[in-house]
């Protein structure tokens, strides 16, 4: 089975430029959760999906969105990129929102850069 | 609300000898807690979780991890290290009911040869 994978893998923006990610989720998922990854903050919950309903946000500004489609892949937007938002963003899937009890699986990350 | 503690930046040890990194963690609740281990450039990979039953959790890679409630302590043990585990570890602690699940810093491993 096919595990969770992101696009692009690789991404460079300049200030006040918006950005798409994806993730596909592996096969039979239906949720899935985005985290940012920084040198300064370390791991940081954004949100998390499921059946095309956000279920939980962190605290992040308004800049950062999300949505799902009806087959469980995702996105995450970010508008007006700051230099601050360079970071590896990764995505994790899982059955159903289950909480701790349902293991998350974790995709190998988009590396944004922005300048 | 949760957090956790992972005291120790980096870690060296010696290939063969003995390993624990250390986490701790906050929350009121009763606690899931979780070990990922993340190689450069790659995403994390579960190694082993708590829920609830025997203190002592057996985990992928030869790894185990001990949850103590009296010193709200979910440290990683492995007897043996081996240079493919050098790699980041991150100590977690989620919630019940949803997936926001909160890290520690980590700790980073150098295995020597």
């Known amino acids: 089975k096919a595990g969770v994978t992101q696009t692009p893998r690789y991404l460079i923006k300049t200030r006040g430029q918006q950005v798409t990610l994806s993730c596909s989720p592996i096969?039979?998922?239906?949720?899935v959760s985005w985290y940012q990854q920084t040198p300064g903050q370390g791991l940081q919950f954004l949100f998390e999906?499921?059946?095309?309903?956000?279920?939980n946000k962190g605290n992040f500004p308004g800049r950062f969105s999300g949505r799902q489609f009806s087959n469980s892949r995702s996105e995450m937007n970010v508008s007006t990129l700051e230099l601050g938002d360079s970071a590896l963003y990764l995505c994790?899937?899982?059955?159903?929102?289950?909480?701790?009890?349902?293991?998350?699986?974790f995709g190998p990350g988009t590396r944004l850069l922005v300048l | 609300a949760q957090s956790v503690t992972q005291p120790d930046i980096h870690i060296t040890v010696s290939e063969g000898a003995s390993l624990e990194l250390r986490c701790n963690y906050s929350?009121?609740?009763?606690?899931?807690l979780f070990w990922y281990v993340q190689s450069p450039g790659q995403g994390l990979q579960l190694l082993l979780k708590?829920?609830?039953?025997?203190?002592l959790v057996q985990g992928i890679k030869g790894f185990e991890a001990e949850f103590k409630r009296s010193q709200s302590s979910f440290n990683l043990r492995k007897p043996s290290v081996h240079w493919s585990d050098a790699a980041e570890y991150f100590c977690?602690?989620?919630?019940?009911?949803?997936?926001?699940?909160?890290f520690g810093a980590g700790t980073r491993l150098t295995v020597k040869p």
């Open positions: 994790a899937s899982s059955l159903s929102p289950g909480g701790a009890q349902e293991t998350q699986y």
């Open positions: 096969s039979g998922h239906r949720s």
């Open positions: 999906y499921f059946s095309e309903t956000q279920r």
């Open positions: 929350y009121g609740a009763t606690p899931y």
């Open positions: 708590y829920f609830s039953g025997d203190t």
């Open positions: 977690a602690v989620g919630k019940y009911n949803n997936n926001d699940m909160r």
